[in-house]
């Protein structure tokens, strides 16, 4: 069974990293010092799991008052492809909805922006580079 969980315990945000480190830092090519940041701390963060193995994760925070950042949204590699992403963007967006936010921005990798133009968010900015890594950033209107 597949379910999405907010992580509560150490064990929980171990696990939201662990995915995160295989998929950017060790897929992509990511510094571990660019991945794991200042705002691990206060970010809320999600994990998919797969019955006890966690094969996602995501995390959203607010950045300003009313606005959400959705980060670090990512699936292990073996489980692409099965609507995961959609799955875990949901409970994303359903958490900003009911702390009563208005917008979600997120910086997505510029092949994912299909991906997320599914979902209903903008493209804002010309193409910038992260970590190496061409995005663009894009936001989405929520209701509240």
Do not use: W
Not at 58 to 66: A, H, L, P, Y
Not at 81 to 94: D, P, T, V
Not at 97 to 113: C, D, F, P, R, V
């Amino acid at each position: 069974m597949v379910e999405v969980r907010i992580a509560r315990s150490e064990n929980e945000r171990d696990d939201a990293f662990n995915v995160r480190t295989k998929v950017f830092v060790e897929e992509q090519g990511v510094p571990l010092s660019l991945e794991i940041d200042e705002f691990d701390k206060s970010a809320q963060h999600f994990i998919v799991y797969e019955d006890t193995r966690p094969i996602g994760a995501g995390r959203i925070r607010e950045t300003d008052k009313g606005i959400a950042k959705v980060e670090r949204v990512c699936i292990l590699k073996e489980f692409r492809g099965q609507h995961l992403g959609f799955l875990i963007m949901k409970e994303l967006e359903k958490h900003a909805e009911s702390a009563g936010m208005k917008k979600i921005k997120l910086n997505a990798q510029s092949y994912a922006i299909p991906f997320y133009e599914k979902l209903g968010y903008m493209v804002n900015s010309p193409e910038f580079m992260d970590a190496d890594i061409p995005h663009r950033a894009m936001e989405k209107e929520i209701q509240s």
